[in-house]
Structure formats: structure tokens, C-alpha cells
């Protein structure tokens, strides 16, 4: 599992967001959506304290991450995260 964000799509969570400093953004699976990695599950995102159990990375002072029940979902996959047309869009 790998999370990629692009320079755009991290200077939307930043503006958007605006965490504060205890705060991650997640991403996890849902029911339905344009993209999946997974038949059935797309991907969606909130703001929530980061979990000691996690996959996480830090880029530019922003914590990413995926809780370690939703591995699943993600794992053997690297998940490319842009933003197009002010939307945030996933890849992978």
C-alpha cells in the first residue's frame, strides 16, 4: 500500500480542511463511487485524529492515513491522489 498526493491535491486539504494540528485526513472505503480498487467500494476521506494502529504518511506537515481495519481495501495497491477541476480524484 502506498498513498501518492500530488502538490494540488495537498494544497486543497490544506485550504479546504484546515486541520488542526492533532488532526489526519483518512481515507477509507464506501459503498458505490466513480473509482474503485476494490468491486463495489469507492474511496472517500474525512478529518479524524490519528490512530496508533494506521498506515500514515506526512507530507508537507499533513498526516494521511488509513485505519488498520480498512487495509484491505488498499492493500497491494498504491492509491494516487489529484485534484481535477477543484475535485479531489483518485488513481491508482
Known amino acids: 500500500m502506498k498513498i501518492n498526493i500530488d502538490e494540488q491535491?495537498?494544497?486543497?486539504f490544506h485550504e479546504e480542511l484546515n486541520p488542526a494540528d492533532n488532526m489526519a485526513i483518512k481515507f477509507y472505503p464506501?459503498?458505490?463511487g466513480d473509482f474503485q480498487l476494490k468491486q463495489g467500494f469507492g474511496i472517500a476521506f474525512t478529518v479524524e485524529p490519528l490512530p496508533r494502529d494506521s498506515y500514515n504518511e506526512t507530507?508537507?506537515?499533513?498526516t494521511y492515513f488509513v485505519d488498520a481495519t480498512d487495509t484491505w481495501y488498499f492493500e497491494d495497491d498504491t492509491l494516487n491522489?489529484?485534484?481535477?477541476?477543484?475535485?479531489?480524484s483518485y488513481s491508482n
Open 9 to 12: 491535491a495537498q494544497q486543497w
Open 81 to 88: 491522489v489529484t485534484l481535477n477541476n477543484d475535485e479531489i
Open 30 to 32: 464506501r459503498y458505490g
Open 59 to 62: 507530507v508537507n506537515g499533513l
